[in-house]
T-cell receptor, first 114, second 112 residues
Framework: NAGVMQNPRHLVRRRGQEARLRCSPMKGHSHVYWYRQLPEEGLKFMVYLQKENIIDESGMPKERFSAEFPKEGPSILRIQQVVRGDSAAYFC????????????FGPGTRLTVT | QQPVQSPQAVILREGEDAVINCSSSKALYSVHWYRQKHGEAPIFLMILLKGGEQKGHDKISASFNEKKQQSSLYLTASQLSYSGTYFCGTSYSGGGADGLTFGKGTHLIIQP
């Protein structure tokens, strides 16, 4: 039973470049959540998506950040024109249905902006 | 609003017990507990729903006090593998599928 998969695991970008983070939910899961974790801090909710729909993006910065979960393929978190403050671990979680509640996390993508 | 976890850190000897608390100033619908080891993904431990029962498996259990909007995680006869940072994640929506608001975490160190 494959868990939540994220790639790449580590990503290095220079300031001004774009970062694309991918998340494949567990089999049978249709709900995806993205969280950001800064060093020595807790997880901060960014966005909640279902297939082809953004349900809640209240935690997403207004500029440069976007997310999608297409009908086919993984969910993508896209960060344009990265800055040093974007350096963090980005975790994706998935849950099976709206009534199941449990969120299972992937291994994360560690983004470093140089 | 971010839930408040206490204590911030605990150091125990193997076999001792620990209690970690999570308090909210806002009415909770559910509380989710996770353990995270350094550089790894958070691992789901359990979820407690409003109106639900106390949960537990093996030597880890948790309770949810709706009057106080507080949850407690109980670790009994701790093992070395219990070391890590424990986070509570809270949900305020009855829909159940909203993003979680996490506390700052409790660092637990188990010494042999």
């Amino acid at each position: 039973n494959a868990g939540v998969m994220q790639n790449p695991r580590h990503l290095v970008r220079r300031r001004g470049q774009e970062a694309r983070l991918r998340c494949s939910p567990m089999k049978g899961h249709s709900h995806v959540y993205w969280y950001r974790q800064l060093p020595e801090e807790g997880l901060k909710f960014m966005v909640y998506l279902q297939k082809e729909n953004i349900i809640d993006e209240s935690g997403m910065p207004k500029e440069r950040f976007s997310a999608e979960f297409p009908k086919e393929g993984p969910s993508i978190l896209r960060i344009q024109q990265v800055v040093r403050g974007d350096s963090a671990a980005y975790f994706c979680a998935s849950s099976p249905t709206v009534t199941a509640y449990e969120q299972y996390f992937g291994p994360g993508t560690r983004l470093t902006v140089t | 609003q971010q839930p408040v976890q206490s204590p911030q850190a605990v150091i125990l000897r193997e076999g001792e017990d620990a209690v970690i608390n999570c308090s909210s100033s806002k009415a909770l619908y559910s509380v989710h507990w996770y353990r995270q080891k350094h550089g790894e993904a958070p691992i789901f431990l359990m979820i407690l729903l409003k109106g639900g029962e106390q949960k537990g498996h093996d030597k880890i259990s948790a309770s949810f006090n709706e009057k106080k909007q507080q949850s407690s995680l109980y670790l009994t006869a701790s093992q070395l593998s219990y070391s890590g940072t424990y986070f509570c994640g809270t949900s305020y929506s009855g829909g159940g599928a909203d993003g979680l608001t996490f506390g700052k975490g409790t660092h637990l160190i188990i010494q042999p």
